[in-house]
């Protein structure tokens, strides 16, 4: 079992930066994958980022590559979305999630925070 809680979200102009935090509860957190994904009013969920169990692979949508970096420590048993360059477009409820399978499907993560919200002005 795996809990997950995202912190670190807010209101921010366009070009700023915000970094999310999700801490987790649980033994097995280092041996799970994480995925951000976010929800905009209107549009489906999509995924934005992942990073593998040991933290030597990561991914990201097409999107936020080179804005948008994910990072992990294990030790801390806490996983960061590091955003940059915040656009307009990006405002959405993030969700991290844990799941045993690396991957940018929403359907191989067993567990989900209850998300943050970003806002970028213009």
């Known amino acids: 079992q795996v809990q997950l809680v995202e912190s670190g979200g807010g209101l921010v102009q366009a070009g700023g930066s915000l970094r999310l935090s999700c801490p987790a509860s649980?033994?097995?957190?280092?041996?799970?994958?994480i995925g951000w994904f976010r929800h905009a009013p209107g549009q489906e969920r999509e995924f934005v980022a992942a990073?593998?169990?040991?933290?030597?692979?990561?991914y990201y949508t097409d999107s936020v590559k080179g804005r948008f970096t994910t990072s992990r420590d294990n030790a801390k048993n806490t996983v960061y979305l590091q955003m940059n360059s915040l656009k307009p477009e990006d405002t959405a409820v993030y969700y991290c999630?844990?799941?045993?399978?690396?991957?940018?499907?929403?359907?191989?993560?067993?567990?989900w925070g209850q998300g943050t919200q970003v806002t970028v002005s213009s």
């Open positions: 990073i593998s169990w040991t933290g030597g692979s990561e």
């Open positions: 999630a844990a799941g045993l399978l690396y991957s940018g499907d929403s359907r191989s993560y067993d567990y």
């Open positions: 649980g033994r097995t957190f280092n041996k799970h994958a």
